[in-house]
Every structure is written in structure tokens, then in C-alpha cells.
């Protein structure tokens, strides 16, 4: 009767550690939202933004004097060296630009900056028909919680989806909450922070699926986890502790 108690015990500690399908499989209904058109982003600039910036005209000479640091058609190779050179987005939304001065940022995405430096290089009388080119080049995104490699991870694309910035993370671990992953969003001096369930496909049509620079994802510990953590911690010890409970309970009952 001891012995038969023991491993009752034991399989509800056992059946407690394991996660179910449900909370395991991404996006279980996939087939059935269909297909939609992707509504891809352009978020505007943020303080502390780097931004590379380059001025091209017929004349290279000429645009030399609105290019920082390196000359025209000389490209920096490393990262740091280019966010060393490049423009610092102030707290107050705005860059220091040669010969124009300082620059509003404030709601503008990379391409409305180009439109208007371009501009105010033309109707100043500084070049005719310039090109300008606005990059931002220290776009990164923090991922923490269950997730292989947590870390902070810089990219160079203009627009990432959720699943790709988790998979720079090595994806999320079997003791991932893969229907509730928390999301951080600072934007124009406002901090927005969602849930999204990854578990159905309806997150790709949230503003969430495409990440910003600068969010943050938080994978938190599904159940089976969290009851785990802090009274057994792997089936490893539970099988340790069983063969225990096992052999004491057979000495007790001779």
C-alpha cells in the first residue's frame, strides 16, 4: 500500500512536469486565417538613434562639404566605426548637420529625413538635384526569459518579424510560454507593452509582428516550469528521488 502511494505521488509530480501540445506547437491554426497582405513598417526615429547619412551630387566635390567624417565613396567596414561617425539622434529629437545646422527629427522616418535634407540642400542653394541616403545603423532588439541565447541582438534590415528576432535568440526552450510572450514598445516618449499568443496565427496581423528597434521580449517560464523551479527541477531529479523514495519505502516494508 506504501509502495503503490509512493508512486502515485511520483506520476502526479511527473504529469505536472510535462507541457502539453497545445502550449508547444506555434501558430495551430495557421490554415485557417489565410492569406493577407503584409502591411510592412517604417518606424519614425527615436532618440539615440545612429543614423548614417551621405550626400551624393554629379559633382563629388561638392557634396563633400555635407558628408561627416569619411569622403564621398569611402564606406567605413566596420559597424562601430560607422555609428562612431554617424548622427547621434539627441533627446530632443535632432541632429547636428554640417553647414545646415541642427536638424528636426522629431516624427520623421528615414525616408521623410532624406525628403527634407534633400530639399533644404536645394532651396538653400547648396546643390542641384542632390541624392540623399538615410540609414539607421544601431537598430537592435533585447530578448530575455526562456529563450536559448538571451541577449541584445542589432540588425540591419529595415523590418524583422517577431519570429525572426527569436530565432537570432536560438527560439524560445521547451519551458517557454509560447502563448504569452510579453512585448516592450517605446515610441515618441510613450512605453506600450503587449501579450501576443504564439501559439495562434493571429499575432502576424498585429502591429507586434514586425519588431522596432529598441523592443524588448520577455519569454516567460510556462507552468510546468514555474512549479518546477522551486520544489523539483527536472525529471532527472524526480527519477533520482523516485529510485530513493523507492528503495527506503522496500527497507521500511520488509
Known amino acids: 500500500m506504501k509502495i503503490h ?8 509530480i511527473l504529469v505536472a512536469s510535462c507541457a502539453s501540445r497545445k502550449e508547444i506547437l506555434y501558430m495551430q491554426d495557421a490554415k485557417d486565417v489565410g492569406n493577407a ?9 527615436q532618440p539615440n538613434d545612429i543614423l548614417k547619412i551621405n550626400v551624393e551630387t554629379l559633382i563629388p566635390e561638392a557634396a563633400v562639404p ?11 567596414q566596420n559597424l562601430q566605426v560607422l555609428q562612431l561617425d554617424g548622427y547621434l539622434v539627441s533627446l530632443e529629437n535632432t541632429i547636428k548637420f554640417p553647414v545646415l545646422g541642427e536638424i528636426s527629427t522629431a516624427g520623421l522616418t528615414t525616408m521623410q529625413l532624406e525628403e527634407d535634407l534633400r530639399q533644404r540642400l536645394v532651396d538653400g542653394g547648396h546643390l542641384l538635384n542632390p541624392k540623399v541616403n538615410v540609414r539607421l545603423i544601431n537598430a537592435k532588439v533585447t530578448i530575455l526569459g526562456e529563450v536559448n541565447q538571451p541577449g541584445t541582438y542589432t540588425f540591419t534590415e529595415q523590418n524583422i518579424t517577431l519570429l525572426q528576432a527569436l530565432g537570432y535568440a536560438g527560439d524560445l526552450t521547451i519551458n517557454g510560454q509560447r502563448n504569452d510572450v510579453l512585448i516592450t ?11 501576443l499568443d504564439l501559439t495562434s496565427a493571429e ?15 520577455v519569454v516567460n517560464p510556462n507552468n510546468p516550469r514555474v512549479k518546477n523551479a522551486g520544489f523539483i527541477g527536472n525529471i532527472g531529479t524526480v527519477l533520482t528521488i523516485a529510485s530513493l523514495a523507492l528503495s527506503v519505502t522496500i527497507l521500511l516494508t520488509r
Open 5 to 12: 502511494s509512493v508512486f502515485s505521488a511520483l506520476l502526479l
Open 185 to 195: 514598445r517605446e515610441t515618441d516618449g510613450m512605453r506600450k507593452v503587449t501579450h
Open 37 to 45: 497582405a503584409i502591411n510592412y513598417q517604417t518606424p519614425t526615429i
Open 66 to 76: 555635407y558628408n561627416k567624417g569619411n569622403l564621398q565613396g569611402m564606406q567605413p
Open 203 to 217: 499575432f502576424m496581423n498585429s502591429e507586434y509582428y514586425f519588431i522596432r528597434p529598441n523592443d524588448v521580449i
